[in-house]
């Protein structure tokens, strides 16, 4: 779907998103939502929280799951995604915090892969992801999934490719500061979601974009997977649209 600005699509995304929790809602049902970071997302969010705020919209029956995080990352760190989570929608909802699943930038070692079993576990133990928000990354990636990316991988340490640092570089003031690894749901994670939207905006995601959707399906553009899934939309202003 293409819209005219990244405004209206957020909206319809939202909206989407809202009618979703309170469907489950009404039927007594928790609602598993998989979300992502970056600049993408954030008009979704801050729809989300004015429907909050002046609908009554309410989070007492959502679970989530986001994408990924950096590798090594604290939770304080403001380049953290646990951070901007909170700061773009967590600390603005009904949410319960038991609630709220974010991979752990701060395991080390061994407890790393324990880490990224329990995460998977705890999303098939919640009943799966009903609804997961993707952006895109000019890799092709989803999450952190870079290209070489399987298609039935798990949630797992992934090493960043060389120009997610550089487009990360400007919020760590400086690529040196980039973390070279990430935790990041796999492909597989990913594609198990009852229902996918991924958001694309501005003339910069263009090309991606074309090969993404037009494109042969292969690892190196890892979000052409999408194209295999049975529900799953890419929302579109003109500019990421342009060569399609
Ligand atoms: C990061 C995130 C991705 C996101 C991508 C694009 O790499 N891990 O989930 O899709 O950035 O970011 P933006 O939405 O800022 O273009």
Redesign the pocket.
């Known amino acids: 779907i293409i819209f005219d600005n990244s405004r209206e699509g957020s909206a319809i995304v939202a909206k989407e998103i809202a009618d979703l929790i309170k469907q489950k809602q009404a039927e007594g049902k928790p609602c598993v939502l998989g979300l ?7 008009r979704v969010y801050e729809e989300l929280v004015r429907m909050h705020n002046e609908e009554g919209l309410s989070f007492s029956n959502v679970t989530t799951f986001n ?2 995080e950096y590798l090594p990352m604290e939770r304080e760190n403001r380049q953290s ?1 646990h951070y901007f989570m909170h700061e773009h929608l967590f600390n603005h909802i009904d949410i319960a915090p038991e609630n709220v699943n974010i991979p752990d930038g701060t395991v080390t070692g061994d407890a790393i892969i324990e880490h990224c079993v329990a995460y998977e576990k705890k999303i098939k133990d919640a009943g799966g992801l009903d609804f997961q928000l ?5 890799t092709g ?4 999934n870079e290209p070489g990316s399987h298609y039935n991988s798990a949630t797992r340490v992934i090493t ?1 490719d060389h120009i ?1 640092r550089v ?2 570089a400007p919020a760590f003031l400086g690529i040196d500061n980039v973390p070279r690894k ?1 935790i ?1 749901m796999g492909i597989a994670t990913v594609m198990s979601a009852k229902r996918i939207v991924l ?1 694309g ?2 003339q ?2 263009a090309e991606i974009i074309n090969n993404t959707i037009e494109g042969e399906i292969s690892s190196q553009v890892p979000a052409t997977y999408l194209q295999e899934h049975k529900n799953c939309t890419f929302v579109l202003d003109t500019g990421a649209a342009t060569e399609l």
């Open positions: 992502a970071t970056g600049s993408s997302p954030i994408l990924d995604y993707l952006g895109i990354g000019r990636h989803v999450g952190f960043l997610t487009d990360a990430a990041t958001l905006w501005g910069n995601k």
